[in-house]
């Protein structure tokens, strides 16, 4: 499955609910102790930000194993990635998902959420 979504995709009402999931992933990464996070949370999402756009997948798919995200939370991702035929993912034709294409699904609306730049 490529999702092949950008910034430029994440547009409307669900796009600021959208990247609350990036933070609340980033969140959930920071933690877990295994992970070895040992900066403040601030310190890490600026270094989150510079890394490579490879590294910062790596850490989304981790986090989204670790991360509890309720039923909104999915679909305010999901919905920006389509299906075979095009049309957007909603909660009609989310079903048909498998949890691995969910997954992957969350992780690259995040990335495409972390490419973005916000005025804070």
Request: net charge negative; glycine share 4%.
């Amino acid at each position: 499955m490529n999702n092949k979504i950008t910034k430029d995709d994440l547009k409307g009402l669900k796009s600021p609910a959208g990247f609350q999931v990036l933070y609340t992933l980033l969140i959930g990464f920071y933690s877990v102790p295994a992970f070895g996070a040992s900066t403040s949370f601030d310190e890490f999402v600026k270094d989150f930000e510079k890394m490579p756009r490879e590294d910062r997948r790596n850490i989304l798919a981790k986090a989204v194993c670790v991360t509890p995200l309720n039923e909104s939370e999915y679909m305010n991702v999901l919905c920006f990635a389509k299906d075979a035929n095009g049309i957007p993912y909603s909660k009609e034709n989310v079903e048909n998902l498998e949890y691995s294409e969910i997954m992957e699904i969350v992780v690259d609306v995040c990335l495409a959420y972390s490419d973005c730049k916000v005025f804070f």
